[in-house]
């Protein structure tokens, strides 16, 4: 079957590979149609990507036509179109009985700690399958605003308060979409006009504070928006950012981390005290947010066809990617068709 595997960092091949059928009770077999390019999928490339071994058949953003199903498997269908839930867990610690299938022990994300779905074929447990009306390539960009759903949802808001999302990224992007979803007043921040720009596009009703050098985070903050924001979700993944993250949000705010560094990060632990913060991770998704994102995708709350930029079929792949990543290339979410 056709596949695409990242051989070591700077270097994609699409080739053959063999598929072998897990036969399993409760596994279904699917036929990906789409896979979305992620963030980390770039890190690996780049050879910046923890938790990660090469070679690697990467993809975890997945929109996939249902082959074949063994047992019981909940309602599901041959030839039902789905997004893919792609962290698999099993139980065994507090955090999996308590529904944290995205953060337990045993949680692995396809594509990352597993080979993933760059290939024409793959079997999944079906109760990582979601269902929807929606076509295949949007379905492979549930995942991403899932991210930026459970992020959202880890911060309990309440409606009413005024946030910032550092880094208009497709992740930041999906919290700053979310957040505004429920109620809150929305700051983009970021240092690319052109991603602001997106942003404003994209998301309704937020406002913009582009990051100028010289400049501190929280000195441009108080310079252009007044107080300070009661939740503050970094979305970067970049030390000096997730570092100038956590000096921003007001007394008693929230400071969610959504991205990932590859590395210790530091703060001022009397600065931290005095605001009597909390610091929050957020890891992954769980299937309530597929469930909810795929609800407003198909209700037309929110359209996710404009965050599409680049698209190519999988054997064209590994002589676009660089062009892709090309400073200026424009790209927010690329889609790979199998």
């Not at 990582?128 to 390539?137: F, G, I, N, R, V």
């Not at 919290?175 to 929305?186: I, P």
């Not at 990932?260 to 605001?275: C, L, M, T, V, Y």
Request: aromatic share 6%; glycine share 12%.
């Amino acid at each position: 079957m056709d596949t695409l595997r990242l051989v070591e960092p700077g270097r994609f091949e699409f080739t053959q590979t063999e598929f072998v059928e897990d036969r399993g009770e409760g596994i279904a077999t699917v036929r990906v149609r789409h896979v979305g390019l992620c963030g980390t999928d770039i890190h690996a490339y780049a050879g910046r990507q923890p938790f990660f071994d090469y070679p690697r058949i990467l993809g975890h953003e997945l929109g996939v036509e249902i082959e074949t199903l063994l047992g019981d498997c909940g309602g599901l269908e041959p030839g039902m179109r789905c997004s893919v839930e792609p962290y698999l867990a099993e139980t065994g610690d507090r955090a999996f009985a308590r529904g944290k299938t995205n953060c337990a022990a045993s949680t692995r994300c396809l594509g990352v700690h597993v080979d993933g779905g760059m290939r024409e074929r793959i079997s999944l447990p079906a109760r990582l399958l979601h269902p929807s009306s929606e076509p295949t390539d949007r379905l492979a960009l549930v995942e991403t605003l899932c991210i930026g759903h459970h992020a959202v949802e880890r911060a309990a808001l309440e409606g009413d308060e005024r946030v910032a999302v550092v880094g208009m990224g497709p992740i930041g992007l999906g919290v700053a979409l979310f957040a505004r979803l429920e109620g809150a007043s929305v700051v983009c921040i970021d240092i690319s006009e052109t991603r602001l720009e997106k942003a404003q596009e994209l998301v309704a009703g937020v406002e913009m504070l582009k990051l100028e050098a010289g400049s501190s985070l929280s000195e441009s903050w108080d310079r252009s928006c007044g107080e300070r924001p009661e939740v503050v979700w970094d979305c970067t993944g970049n030390k000096g950012s997730m570092e100038a993250s956590i000096e921003l949000p007001g007394f008693g705010g929230r400071m969610v981390l959504v991205g990932i560094h590859n590395g210790e990060i530091a703060f001022s632990d009397p600065s931290f005290h005095k605001r009597e913060l909390s610091l929050i991770g957020s890891r992954n998704a769980r299937a309530n947010n597929f469930k909810q994102v795929i609800g407003h995708m198909e209700t037309g709350r929110i359209d996710v066809s404009p965050w599409i930029t680049h698209r190519c079929a999988a054997s064209a792949f590994p002589s676009e990617v660089d062009r892709w990543l090309k400073p200026g290339s424009g790209l927010l979410k690329g889609i790979i068709e199998f």
